[in-house]
């Protein structure tokens, strides 16, 4: 019995001391599964962290829930990509500042074949046309995450409603919704970031890139202080300034993977 | 692949690199503390479910038995909107941290301990009855006695709860975010791993917390096996 | 608790053993009736061996006195002014999942004997009844009539002033046997009140001072031992001492 009780009392101060040997500062931030899933933070939250000696811990979710948890008072600060969103953010007192921070951009996957030749579209839009036309099978991220908002404009600037058989909403994040279409051969819009991180292509290949309604900006949000006054915003703030700084936009430009560049800074 | 997925996982054992390691310490420290702390609030519920009669005692049974089931995302809703800041224990500030995993293991192991040792103490009490009455023995002091004696079966149970809080994936995600370095635990990762297509890495690190997983089970399997035989 | 303190030697209760009345006692669960309407009074010296067919109500009889199962009808009482301390050892020994020694602390435990004092009496009982090496065995390995041994050990570590057995030899073989009723006369001896069912006949002879046949839920006759076995008064009795199938 005492025995026990000896274990308990070692286990409990074993995980007491392993758990309280991250109490430096920190602040939590919210944002997106591309920026974690490409390995951006591990490029650059090391560089902030020896410029200012603050810990960056992501809590990397879709855009929809990374503004719910930013909302709720659970995160110190917000990078997401959904440029309306943020805007109605600050619009409705829960951001005191919005800043463009970094692009990327959407391109097209699809099976290597390409039987609906989107390869030959000029534009996104008839890129997306053709998919439909040729119901060939197209996978949606289905999640309300900034890059499902994203493909839904472009199907109604194509001037179609996707749906039918063809049209598959997954419900899922950026990573396995390439897994599925990987599976089972199917068009998909992604993010290049994630794309071009991502292992199991299978007989996917990039399709169509380079139209401009493909832009895909990210910006940073200075966290309302009167909504959450217990948040860390003095190093929060720390953090968006960085971000936007020379330093930062630097330290992002320098990310690359496969000798390609997958974030470009254009902070004003 | 799959031989990839093995080669892979050998190579994460043998290299045992520093990430991984921590990945693998704070599951353990997770999921065991979890265990621990259910099984110190869910073994005597259990017992005293057993023991005692009251009015709606056969629908504690029947919710305990229900909630074996609850899935973790919802445990884990839960307890998010609970820790989260504009939640009742926002103050407490324990959203994503390790200890809201704990807390999150704890509801999701909790009915599994109670449960199941409801049923192996009631067993055990249809057997040792008449024995405790005739001592004089009340309700309160035959708890700890068949606690005691119904050891080996609770071993078993604390196992199928270890192995719940192991191997779910939806609480501590949720709950703990998954964030490097900090709250990141082996389902997680594998989680994280497979979105970015990795999918040898993510079968690997599969492997490795089952090899865990199952290291831990023999390891209990052996002990009350040996303990079982000297006691009959 | 103090009479524990005394050495076991020396008998508990130099006075006559607490006397044992049932009054219209009827036991009938969801309204069968298992047992009764009974009324009998022990307050002779004993043992007092509970004979009868299968499905007599023998183990009822000792459960109502011992108060395991309580009487729908009538009143178990004691002389006395409260019930007396008793143990109970059954057909199959009840034993925890423990050592023998850690089996007899629990009991004394229970019925709050000091800690201090707890594993000197629980080993003096353990060698009364030749159980010393098997103090650490874990009592769920010991023989069949080493079980029943330690079951008995365990009452005595109580010092009941009443003991109730029920068919505790059934199953053991001769030596086993032959044990039991040693105990079981040594319990006499030191003054407890014993209470015993059994099928044996010759067992019964060997160690009853009165009989209580009991047939059909309700006591047929209860007369000293002798006068039992040479002419039994109820014609049930006679029929089973004959050997004849009775219900």
């Given amino acids: 019995m005492k025995k026990t009780l000896n274990l308990v009392l070692a286990a409990v101060t074993t995980v007491g001391l392993a758990f309280s040997a991250h109490a430096e500062d920190y602040i939590t931030l919210a944002s997106t599964t591309s920026t974690e899933n490409s390995g951006l933070f591990d490029s650059i939250l090391p560089k902030f962290e020896d410029a200012t000696g603050i810990e960056v811990r992501v809590v990397a979710v879709g855009t929809g829930q990374a503004f719910e948890i930013a909302r709720r008072g659970d995160a110190d600060s917000l990078l997401v990509h959904d440029t309306a969103g943020e805007k109605r953010f600050v619009e409705n ?112 290949k990039l399709l169509f890139e380079g139209d401009k309604v493909l832009f895909n900006q990210y910006g940073s949000l200075l966290l309302s202080e009167e909504k959450h006054p217990h948040l860390k915003h003095e190093m929060a703030a720390k953090w968006h300034n960085w971000l936007i700084s020379e330093e930062g936009q630097q330290a992002i430009a320098d990310f690359k993977v496969d000798g390609q560049q997958l974030f470009f800074p254009n902070a004003k | 692949m799959e031989e990839n997925a093995f080669y892979v996982a050998l190579s994460l054992l043998v290299n045992l690199d520093a990430s991984l390691y921590q990945i693998v310490v704070l599951s353990l420290q997770v999921s065991l503390l979890a265990v621990l702390i259910a099984a110190f609030l869910g073994f005597p519920l259990g017992a005293a479910v057993a023991l005692w009669q009251f009015p709606g005692r056969g629908g504690v049974v029947v919710a305990l038995n229900a909630l074996m089931g609850l899935p973790p995302v919802v445990a884990g809703l839960g307890v998010y909107l609970l820790l989260s800041r504009a939640g009742p224990l926002g103050e407490l500030g324990l959203l994503f941290t390790p200890s809201a995993m704990v807390i999150a293991q704890v509801i999701l192991v909790l009915p599994i301990l109670a449960a199941l040792s409801r049923q192996k103490v009631e067993e055990l009490l249809g057997e040792y009855r008449e024995q405790f009455v005739s001592l004089g023995m009340s309700r309160a002091r035959m708890m700890p006695t068949l606690l005691w004696d119904a050891r080996f079966a609770l071993l078993t149970v604390l196992l199928a709860g270890f192995g719940r809080a192991s191997a779910e994936v939806g609480a501590v995600m949720m709950v703990g975010g998954n964030i490097d370095g900090v709250t990141r635990v082996m389902t997680t990762a594998i989680v994280l791993e497979t979105s970015k297509g990795a999918l040898p890495l993510a079968l690997g690190l599969g492997i490795v917390l089952l090899t865990l997983v199952m290291v831990i089970n023999a390891t209990a399997y052996i002990l009350s096996e040996t303990a079982k035989r000297r006691m009959g | ?241 004959n050997g004849e199938l009775v219900a």
């Fill in chain 3, 1 to 241: 608790m103090t009479s524990l303190n005394v050495p076991v030697n020396n008998p508990i209760e130099l006075s006559a053993p607490p006397s044992l009345q049932f009054e219209s006692v009827e036991f009938n669960p969801f309204g069968h009736r298992l047992f009764g309407p009974c009324s009998f009074k022990l307050d002779g010296p004993g043992p007092t061996l509970v004979m009868g067919p299968n499905g007599a109500g023998k183990s009822l009889m000792l459960r109502l006195a011992h108060g395991l199962l309580t009487p729908t009808e009538g009143a178990v009482s004691w002389s006395g002014a409260s019930a007396p301390r008793q143990a109970m050892v059954f057909q199959t020994p009840i034993l925890l999942r423990r050592s023998a020694l850690a089996n007899l602390r629990h009991a004394l435990a229970v019925n709050n004997v000091p800690r201090k004092l707890r594993t000197e009496l629980a080993l003096e009982a353990l060698a009364r009844f030749g159980l010393s090496s098997c103090a650490d065995t874990p009592a769920r390995v010991l023989s069949g009539g080493e079980k029943q041994r330690l079951a008995l050990a365990r009452a005595w570590s109580l010092s009941p002033a009443v003991l109730f057995l029920d068919e505790p030899t059934s199953a053991l073989d001769p030596a086993a046997i032959k044990a039991v009723e040693l105990a079981v006369q040594e319990f006499h001896k030191q003054g407890t009140r014993v209470v015993m069912t059994t099928h044996d006949l010759h067992q019964a002879r060997r160690l009853a001072g009165d009989v209580l046949f009991l047939s059909e839920g309700k006591v047929q006759e209860h007369t000293p031992a002798d006068m039992f076995f040479r002419a039994p008064v109820s014609r049930q009795a006679q029929a089973y001492l």
């Fill in chain 1, 93 to 204: 007192g829960y951001a005191t500042e919005r800043a463009d921070v970094m692009y990327n951009d959407f391109v097209l996957i699809g099976p290597a074949d390409d039987p609906a030749n989107i390869s030959a579209a000029k534009t996104a839009a008839e890129a997306l046309s053709a998919i439909a036309e040729a119901e060939a099978p197209f996978a949606s991220r289905g999640d309300d995450s900034g890059t499902n908002r994203a493909e839904l404009r472009l199907w109604e600037s194509a001037g179609v409603e996707p749906g039918g058989s063809w049209y598959r909403e997954l419900g899922s994040g950026m990573g396995p919704t390439l897994n599925t279409a990987a599976a089972m051969d199917a068009y998909v819009m992604s993010d290049r970031a994630t794309w071009v991180a991502f292992e199991n292509r299978q007989n996917l």
